[in-house]
């Protein structure tokens, strides 16, 4: 393997695109979520992982090995999205209100930025064979989840980074000063503060009613027959516009949230508000069609048109579960729908 990477590096240099290709391949994916996790943006991610790759392109000459392939594209990655992230220019402000309906009063505005973007589970089926380095902290599967996506966009870009390279990513502290083009210490710092930070936000967000036990959350089991009945009792009740049935599913503090819109919506009273003003309104009928996102449970919501004989899509909805209930919905706008292979129309059915 060493020698075909080093045969590979060498035609590279020569010019090869073939051969760089066939150089970076095995890294592009996963350099492609560790941009999501940074930038919280899918679209945003894509555009770091080209531009990643373009200068991995111009600059191979100079990757003296001193450190692994991977970790040098890492550490291009990472300044790549840090670049971005100074630019901040295509960073989305506040949406307007939503419209359509008269929304109830919310609790306050929300902790999803505007640009959060869910992340197609379709494109993570391989990131659970990266295993990450001994100084990880977080399993996994709890760092491509929602609330850790969200947790991570609270924190300043450079304490962002040193978090996900040391503890989701398991680099050492010395190897991440070193991408950084930090001191120890100050990484160290860093990570101190941004533990904090997203420990205490992930505390708060798997709180189910009680008053919660510590920082650290029990690992998330996804995809379990739970999980799946969970979901088709969602279904059930968004397809026969039974609201008592879907509030029976939800947590006394469930949070409702819906990027680009900074709105938040906490507890059962709330939720009962919003949707009975904003998704069971009168006449309103819908289809759901099951996808999954950033390892957790997903719905596809499409919404009858009442002067054509189809369902047009409506929103994206993103469960966070906890045994048989639902402690967080967050909805995304139809613009995601068709990263998760998902139509802009259903035909109506008898």
């Known amino acids: 393997m060493e020698m075909d990477t080093t045969d590979l590096i060498a035609r590279a240099r020569a010019g090869d695109h073939n051969a760089f290709r066939d150089l970076v391949q095995g890294h592009s994916h996963?350099?492609?979520?560790?941009?999501?996790?940074?930038?919280?943006?899918?679209?945003?991610?894509?555009?770091?992982?080209?531009?990643?790759?373009?200068?991995?392109?111009?600059?191979?000459?100079?990757?003296?090995?001193?450190?692994?392939?991977?970790?040098?594209?890492?550490?291009?990655?990472t300044n790549r999205c840090l670049s971005m992230l100074r630019a901040d220019s295509r960073r989305p402000r506040i949406a307007p209100p939503l419209p359509e309906a008269t929304l109830?009063?919310?609790?306050?505005?929300?902790?999803?930025?505007?640009?959060?973007?869910p992340y197609p589970d379709v494109l993570l089926d391989h990131l659970v064979d990266q295993r990450p380095g001994p100084e990880a902290r977080y399993e996994t599967t709890e760092a491509i989840s929602l609330a850790f996506i969200t947790a991570l966009q609270l924190l300043p870009p450079r304490q962002r980074a040193a978090?996900?390279?040391?503890?989701?990513?398991?680099?050492?502290?010395?190897?991440?000063?070193?991408?950084?083009?930090?001191?120890?210490?100050?990484?160290?710092?860093?990570?101190?503060?941004?533990?904090?930070?997203?420990?205490n936000h992930l505390a708060d967000s798997s709180s189910t009613g009680s008053s919660g036990t510590g920082n650290r959350r029990p690992a998330r089991q996804p995809d379990t027959a739970?999980?799946?009945?969970?979901v088709a009792r969602l279904t059930d009740a968004l397809e026969r516009a039974d609201l008592d049935a879907l509030i029976e599913l939800l947590v006394s503090d469930v949070r409702l949230s819906m990027p680009p819109a900074m709105l938040e919506y906490r507890g059962i009273e709330s939720a009962q508000r919003f949707f009975a003003a904003a998704t069971f309104r009168p006449g309103r009928t819908y289809r759901v069609v099951p996808t999954r996102?950033?390892?957790?449970?997903a719905l596809g919501l499409y919404l009858a048109d009442p002067h054509a004989s189809v369902y047009r899509a409506y929103a994206l909805l993103v469960?966070?579960?906890?045994?048989?209930?639902?402690?967080a919905i967050t909805g995304f706008s139809t613009n995601v729908m068709t990263r998760f292979g998902l139509p802009r129309t259903l035909p109506e059915t008898d």
Not at 49 to 72: D, K, M, P, Y
């Open 30 to 77: 996963e350099l492609q979520v560790h941009c999501y996790r940074i930038l919280g943006s899918l679209q945003d991610a894509e555009d770091a992982l080209q531009e990643t790759l373009v200068s991995a392109w111009r600059n191979l000459g100079g990757f003296g090995r001193q450190s692994s392939l991977r970790t040098w594209l890492y550490k291009i990655a």
């Open 226 to 230: 739970a999980e799946h009945r969970l």
């Open 293 to 297: 996102a950033n390892g957790q449970p």
């Open 319 to 327: 469960i966070t579960t906890a045994g048989d209930q639902i402690t």
């Open 163 to 199: 978090l996900v390279l040391r503890d989701v990513l398991g680099y050492r502290a010395a190897e991440v000063a070193q991408m950084l083009d930090a001191t120890q210490e100050s990484v160290q710092s860093a990570l101190k503060r941004a533990r904090a930070t997203v420990d």
């Open 104 to 117: 109830p009063e919310p609790y306050g505005a929300g902790d999803a930025p505007p640009w959060l973007e």
